[in-house]
């Protein structure tokens, strides 16, 4: 089945400054890129996504973007604040399988 | 906001035990999941379900397990036999429509088998 890489595992930011994580992935039919936040011991939770006939898409801090030709698609948190601190899972499917998950990334935002 | 409410939270569970977890998916949705996350690892797809019957499972979802959405409204997982190996997080997920939609997961029950 698909796998999606995703990178950094862990990463840490100064309070203000501006976070992305990657993650590439093999199959071109891919055509859905969620990205998910978790906190401790909650749910993921849908945070913005992106489909394949957009390059990018921003919702107040945070953006998406997708280089289709690469087949590499990222998160960028700007302006980051303590409450951001959690783990984010890049997601993907293609038509109608499952979403396949990354390994996610534990951010931390120090204050 | 509509949610996805799973019970119990927490459950432990005696190695060979059969335990039972329950998810309430958002009422108009369609499409239902079961995925589980061992502890610091990946979320991890187990199986998926529509129209009363699994439209996809993985590998993982073996004759151990089962689901079914018995009263319209209720979606469970059985696990028949529990091992060590099946503690983890247990996140149920639904969505309106197939495809190009994200998931709505629930706040996840965490089994613990001793």
């Known amino acids: 089945g698909e796998n999606v890489e995703q990178h950094p595992s862990t990463l840490s930011v100064q309070e203000g400054d501006s976070a992305v994580i990657k993650c590439t992935y093999s199959?071109?039919?891919?055509?859905?890129f969620p990205w998910y936040k978790q906190e401790l011991g909650k749910g993921p939770q849908l945070i913005i996504d992106?489909?394949?006939?957009?390059g990018e898409k921003k919702d107040q801090r945070i953006a998406v973007t997708l280089n289709k030709t690469a087949k590499h698609f990222s998160l960028h948190i700007t302006e980051t604040q303590p409450e951001d601190s959690a783990v984010y899972f890049c997601?993907?499917?293609?038509?109608?399988?499952?979403?396949?998950f990354g390994k996610g990334t534990r951010l931390s935002v120090i204050a | 906001e509509p949610e996805v409410t799973q019970t119990p939270s927490h459950q432990v569970t005696q190695m060979g035990q059969e335990v039972i977890l329950r998810c309430v998916p958002i009422?108009?949705?369609?499409?239902f999941y079961w995925y589980r996350q061992i502890l610091g690892q990946k979320v991890e797809f187990l199986v998926s379900?529509?129209?009363?019957?699994?439209?996809?499972k993985s590998e993982i979802f073996d004759d151990q397990f089962s689901v079914e959405r018995p009263d319209g409204s209720n979606f469970t997982l059985k696990i028949r036999s529990t091992k060590l190996e099946d503690s983890a997080m247990y996140f149920c997920?639904?969505?309106?429509?197939?495809?190009?939609?994200?998931?709505?997961f629930g706040s996840g029950t965490r089994l613990t088998v001793v």
């Open positions: 997601a993907l499917n293609s038509g109608n399988t499952p979403l396949v």
């Open positions: 992106i489909r394949s006939n957009v």
């Open positions: 199959d071109s039919a891919s055509n859905y």
């Open positions: 997920a639904s969505a309106p429509l197939q495809g190009e939609y994200g998931y709505t």
């Open positions: 009422s108009n949705h369609l499409y």
């Open positions: 379900f529509y129209n009363n019957e699994i439209s996809e």
